[in-house]
T-cell receptor, first 115, second 113 residues
């Protein structure tokens, strides 16, 4: 198994541009999580899906952020317009079981820099 | 909602010594407590976890203890090695309410040879 796949691994963009981050969870996992990691705020949960349905988006910072999961094998996190304070490492993670807390498998992350 | 506090923020030990990291949580319904290790530039990876029906769990040089009454849990690393140097995160969740993991702020462990 290739594990959780994220793309791109690095993204550098200018303020105001749209950014789309992509994630492919581990096959068979039915929960998917988007996290943001910064030195100041640590590891923050932005949103998570279960069986492709958004369950909790209370961590999404503002309307500039949106996430979708059109099918069990793909999810996107979009920032529009991007701002310098969005610079962070964004992790996607997946987990195999609904309703029971099992291990979350993290992807390699996308390092976003907004100038 | 759940809140997880982690101490210390940094920890330096000599190779061969033990290291202990402590976390407290606020939600008495929490029943799953994983520990993740994140090496520099890498992703967080689970190293050990414990459920609320168990007081202690060991895996070679690492162990986790849980005190549900006091709402705290700890990670113990014995015979530390330089490759144990990383940031360690505790987390807590309540599967009765959510699949969310609430992470602590992390402990940067440095093991000096």
């Amino acid at each position: 198994d290739a594990g959780v796949i994220q793309s791109p691994r690095h993204e550098v963009t200018e303020m105001g541009q749209e950014v789309t981050l992509r994630c492919k969870p581990i096959s068979g996992h039915n929960s998917l999580f988007w996290y943001r990691q910064t030195m100041m705020r640590g590891l923050e949960l932005l949103i998570y899906f279960n069986n492709n349905v958004p369950i909790d988006d209370s961590g999404m910072p503002e309307d500039r952020f949106s996430a979708k999961m059109p099918n069990a094998s793909f999810s996107t996190l979009k920032i529009q317009p991007s701002e310098p304070r969005d610079s962070a490492v964004y992790f996607c993670a997946s987990s195999p079981t609904q309703g029971v807390s099992y291990e979350q498998y993290f992807g390699p992350g996308t390092r976003l820099t907004v100038t | 909602g759940e809140n997880v506090e982690q101490h210390p923020s940094t920890l330096s030990v000599q190779e061969g010594d033990s290291a202990v990291i402590k976390c407290t949580y606020s939600d008495s319904a929490s029943n799953y407590f994983p520990w993740y290790k994140q090496e520099l530039g890498k992703r967080p990876q689970l190293i050990i976890d414990i459920r609320s029906n168990v007081g202690e769990k060991k895996d070679q040089r690492i162990a986790v203890t849980l005190n549900k009454t006091a709402k705290h849990f700890s990670l113990h690393i014995t015979e530390t090695q330089p490759e144990d140097s990383a940031v360690y995160f505790c987390a807590a969740t309540s599967y009765a309410h959510t699949d969310k993991l609430i992470f602590g702020t992390g402990t940067r462990l440095q093991v000096f040879p």
